[in-house]
């Protein structure tokens, strides 16, 4: 069922037990009236006989003529309101037809009465006149007691009628009003429990989990809202997937440019670029590990004569090979060689001490001579070789600068001394590896 | 507990408290049945007897009740007297006359009145078109009873004495045959004799009008000093009989067929006399002056030979009635 008619089912309802109580009260009016009429009925008769026997009392005591004119029109009075009874319940219309036979036995000794001239004065009057007046008093009296004894009973019946009027208002409103709740309740539940799945499906979606899936268990408007959240949320995990695919993407690019622009596209080794930006970093995170940092410069014996010589090309392709003998000879991953710049070349080596880092120097220099390739235009050997340069501080006494300046001095003691070798700048002085 | 199961228990809950609410009576164990019997006369003013005897009222008040039918009030009065019987049923003019013979009675409640039970039959061919006219005319009337108050009601009405007339004594069951045979001219007596006789008789009796003449009532009654009745045994009876005239009223044509079946009468007489009953328990102040009544009236025109007239506020307990129904009694 549609959210929309479970709220019209539930103000039907409401407008049902307005209704049905708007009914009760007019039923309970109709009857209480009912009653109170009934009751005023009843007085009217009492009344009448009251007139009646104050009537008789005047025509029996004193036997005016008067008094028998007047009763007579009483009692007239009496059978017209005795003729015209409105509906009473049977234990009520039997006392009024009580009240009806007394009354007729009344009128019959009144007739009786009159033949026995009852307006003689009382000394006069016959002994069977005395009688019929005696009795005539108490049939009076009969119909007084039956007419309180119908005034009580009708009382009663009204009372019992609000009762029964009350008590059925009240059982009726309690009954609909608990029938109501019940309805209401389940009602409602059910549209919480709706929209309960639905917000514990979007505070998981929220969270970015659209793999989320909202339960459409109701048909109604909240199922329907579910259904859409569940597309939309299809659309949004879909959306995400390439979003995060484009940043991947971005994230290599990124990673690629990076390395283009630390990277020499000649030799492929790292380029001064990244020597600049990364010395720093193995300055720092030697300083941290209280470790040392090597440093050796290198660069290629009468290379401006190579490429004069043979050609840029060669020149390049000599470039290449250095470079790769360099990278060959490092024995760890940490350690970097870059291209410092031409046909320099620098190499950082972490965690290394003076003496560790003139063995790389030297293997590296022994590497590149044996390497053979021709040079007849060095005026060293007849085939390429390199100076190198070896400087290694501790972390204590480490800084870019002096690192840096002391294997470039050492380098040019390399090339001061003949080239072809490998000079470490240690403690102070320059010697040959 | 689950929220449905809770709102449903309230809801039931709720059924049960409106139940209760309302006060629906649950039926209870009966109590040991009490025995007593009662002389019930044979007359349509028995009819709460009798309905009460039929639906079994009596066993559901707690009293095992044997019926014992008679011929007239004065003979349920007389069995009541000797001891025969725990209760009778009587008119208000039998209790006069007991009461004026000083009988050991008691009267526990009127449970109906009449203005046409009692009525008067002349044998066709006396030409009485007035009551004048029945002077020296044997009448047949049961002495003691309320047809011999209605008769002398009748003749001192027309300025006649009792002894105008010449009145032979006898129950009410021998009437038609004296009446056939010519013993009586008139007889004096009440239905259901009335209308046996007529439907024997036909056209060879009238009827003469007298409604309104007398009204009488008929009544419980117990010896005042009955030994052995448990005290709430009159409320008992009482009780059952109430419960019968309120279905008498509201059930007429059961009722009337219950009265049928138990007079062994048919549905004419039924039809003749309804509406001149009316079955209502009472005690009033009304009764006590009515007998007191029609005692000075059986004293100043000789009907018996008592000068003194008792107290009968002493013939009656009004105490049973007043406990069973309070708005019964106007004393």
């Known amino acids: 069922m549609k959210v929309r008619s479970k709220l019209y089912l539930l103000a039907s309802m409401v407008f049902g037990v307005m209704v049905i109580m708007n009914l009760s009260l007019f039923w309970a009016y109709y009857h209480i009236d009912e009653a109170l009429q009934r009751d005023r009925y009843i007085v009217g008769v009492l009344k009448s006989v009251s007139g009646l026997s104050h009537q008789l009392r005047s025509v029996i005591d004193h036997g005016e003529a008067q008094a028998f004119v007047q009763w007579q029109q009483e009692q007239d009075g009496l059978q017209l309101l005795l003729t015209d009874m409105p509906d009473f319940s049977p234990k009520l219309s039997g006392l009024l037809k009580s009240i009806e036979q007394r009354n007729r036995g009344i009128v019959s000794l009144f007739q009786h009465l009159e033949s026995q001239q009852i307006n003689k004065a009382k000394k006069q009057r016959t002994r069977i006149a005395l009688h019929l007046a005696d009795k005539a008093f108490f049939q009076m009296e009969a119909i007084r007691e039956d007419g309180f004894h119908l005034l009580a009973l009708s009382r009663a019946e009204i009372e019992e009628v609000i009762l029964v009027q009350a008590f059925s208002f009240i059982g009726v409103f309690i009954l609909v009003t608990l029938m109501m709740s019940v309805v209401a309740v389940r009602l409602s539940g059910e549209i919480n429990r709706s929209l309960r799945r639905l917000i514990r499906g979007l505070t998981v979606a929220g969270k970015g989990a659209f793999d989320t899936e909202i339960p459409e268990y109701s048909d109604d408007e909240i199922g329907e ?78 290379f401006k004569g190579y490429n004069d010589g043979y050609g840029h090309d060669a020149g390049d392709l000599a470039l290449k090979q250095v470079a790769e003998s360099i990278s060959k000879i490092l024995p760890r991953e940490t350690d970097v060689v870059a291209r410092f710049g031409g046909e320099e070349f620098v190499v950082v080596m972490p965690a290394t001490e003076i003496s560790g880092a003139c063995l790389v120097g030297e293997r590296i220099r022994l590497h590149i001579r044996n390497q053979g ?44 001394n003949g080239r072809n070798q490998c000079v470490v700048h240690d403690d102070g002085s320059y010697r040959v590896v | 507990m689950e929220k449905r199961t809770l709102l449903t228990s309230l809801f039931f809950a709720g059924i049960i408290g409106l139940f209760l609410v309302f006060k629906v009576d649950l039926p209870s164990t009966s109590p040991e049945l009490k ?97 004048r006219e029945l002077a020296g005319k044997r009448i047949g009337v049961t002495k003691g009873s309320a047809s011999d108050y209605f008769l002398s009601l009748l ?70 000093t009955k030994q052995g009745l448990a005290s709430d045994t009159y409320e008992r009876f009482l009780s059952a009989l109430n419960q019968a005239i309120a279905f008498i009223s509201e059930h007429p044509k059961q009722s009337q067929d219950i009265l ?51 107290d009968f506020n002493e013939y009656i307990n009004k105490t049973p009635l007043q406990k069973i129904k309070k708005n019964a009694v106007s004393f």
Do not use: C
Request: charged content about 25%.
């Open chain 1, 225 to 302: 809202l579910a259904h859409h959240f569940n597309k939309m949320l299809a659309r949004l995990k879909t959306t995400t997937v390439s979003r995060d695919k484009l940043r991947s993407l971005v994230d290599d690019r990124t990673k690629e440019l990076q390395r283009l622009t630390e990277t020499d596209t000649l030799t492929g080794i790292a380029n001064r670029r990244y020597y600049d930006y990364h010395l720093a970093e193995h300055i720092a995170s030697s300083k941290r590990n209280k470790s040392s940092l090597a440093m050796l410069m290198i660069d290629i014996d009468f």
């Open chain 1, 373 to 416: 390739i021709p040079h007849l235009y060095s005026e060293v050997d007849k085939v390429v070789t390199v100076s190198i340069g070896v400087a290694a501080f501790k972390s204590d006494m480490l800084t870019e600068i002096n690192l840096l300046k002391q294997a470039d001095a050492a380098l040019y003691e390399a090339k001061k």
């Open chain 2, 35 to 131: 025995s007593v019997s009662i002389s019930v006369s044979r007359t349509p003013l028995s009819a709460p007897v009798y309905v009460a005897d039929e639906l079994a009222l009596f066993q559901v008040n707690g009293l095992d009740v044997r019926l014992t039918e008679v011929v007239g009030g004065k003979k349920s009065f007389e069995q009541v007297m000797s001891g025969q019987t725990d209760f009778g049923t009587s008119s208000d003019s039998v209790l006069m006359f007991g009461g004026l013979e000083g009988a050991d009675y008691i009267n526990i409640g009127s449970f109906v009145q009449a203005d046409n039970d009692i009525k008067l039959l002349v044998r066709e061919g006396l030409h009485v078109s007035s009551i």
């Open chain 2, 155 to 224: 003749l001192a009405l027309e300025n006649m004495q009792v002894d105008d007339v010449e009145l032979i004594a006898m129950s009410p069951d021998k009437m038609l045959d004296a009446l056939e045979q010519n013993l009586v001219q008139a007889v004096a007596t009440w239905e259901p004799y009335v209308f046996e006789i007529k439907k024997h008789m036909a056209d060879k009796v009238d009827v003469i009008p007298t409604r309104n003449i007398y009204s009488l009532t008929f009544n419980l009654i117990t010896k005042k």
């Open chain 2, 260 to 310: 049928k079946k138990r007079l062994g009468l048919d549905q004419d007489f039924i039809s003749w006399v309804w509406s001149d009953y009316l079955y209502k328990l009472s005690l009033n102040r009304s009764l006590l002056l009515s007998i007191e009544n029609q005692a000075r009236w059986a004293i100043d025109f000789g009907l018996v030979d008592s000068r003194e007239i008792p």
